[in-house]
Nanobody
Framework: QVQLVESGGGLVQAGDSLRLSCSIS????????VGWFRQAPGKEREFVAA????????NYADSVKGRFTVSRDIAKNTVYLQLNNLKPEDTAVYYC?????????????????WGQGTQVTASS
């Protein structure tokens, strides 16, 4: 069983930055991928970014390209999501999710393991 714990959320001003962390335990890295998703109040959960843990290949939603960066530290079993130039519309609960396999995926149902989420609020 894989466990994921997110941290790093908070309340910031528009234009500020945050770095979210996703700590992964329960298995060693191999052919796997981690996705970041977010859910704003009253909205569906949506894909934000993903990274393959073996090759480091990344993918981003159009709404965050150029502002958010996903990375991983194999030695620390941790995946990061750097959020720059935050906007009020980025306010949401951010979740990381884990899947086996060598490719990332934007579909939520591809990820069987999820963290509990961390709140990000960007005020105007």
């Amino acid at each position: 069983q894989v466990q994921l714990v997110e941290s790093g959320g908070g309340l910031v001003q528009a234009g500020d930055s945050l770095r979210l962390s996703c700590s992964i335990s329960g298995r060693t890295f191999g052919s796997s991928a981690v996705g970041w998703f977010r859910q704003a109040p009253g909205k569906e959960r949506e894909f934000v970014a993903a990274i393959t843990l073996n090759g480091g290949w990344t993918n981003y939603a159009d709404s965050v390209k150029g502002r958010f960066t996903v990375s991983r530290d194999i030695a620390k079993n941790t995946v990061y999501l750097q959020l720059n130039n935050l906007k009020p519309e980025d306010t949401a609960v951010y979740y990381c999710a884990f899947k086996y396999g060598a490719t990332w995926n934007e579909r939520q149902d591809s990820y069987p393991n999820w963290g509990q989420g961390t709140q990000v609020t960007a005020s105007s």
